[in-house]
C-alpha cells in the first residue's frame, strides 16, 4: 500500500494508481474554484499530496517544498525564541 510522508507524518493511501491520480486531479480541480461554498482551497494542498504518491515532478517539488519549510521554521525558532 502506498503511503504519503510529510515531516513526521505518514497516511496510507489505498487504491490502485490510476484511482489515485484521478481524485488528486478531483481535488486540485476543485481547489482552483475554492471560492465556492463546499469546495474550497483546503483541496489544493491535498491533491497535491495524493499526486505525489504517483507522479515523481509532484514529489519532487512537494519534497522541495517540505524542506524550504522546514529550514524557514528551524531559522525562525533559532533567532531569540
Known sequence: ???VRFGDKRVKVP????LR???????VAGGTVGFLPILGFWMLPLGVLVLSV????VRRARRRFEVWWGRKRQRRSGNGD
Open 1 to 3: 500500500m502506498a503511503a
Open 15 to 18: 487504491g490502485p494508481p490510476i
Open 21 to 27: 491520480i484521478g481524485v488528486g486531479v478531483l481535488l
Open 54 to 57: 504517483d507522479l515523481h515532478p
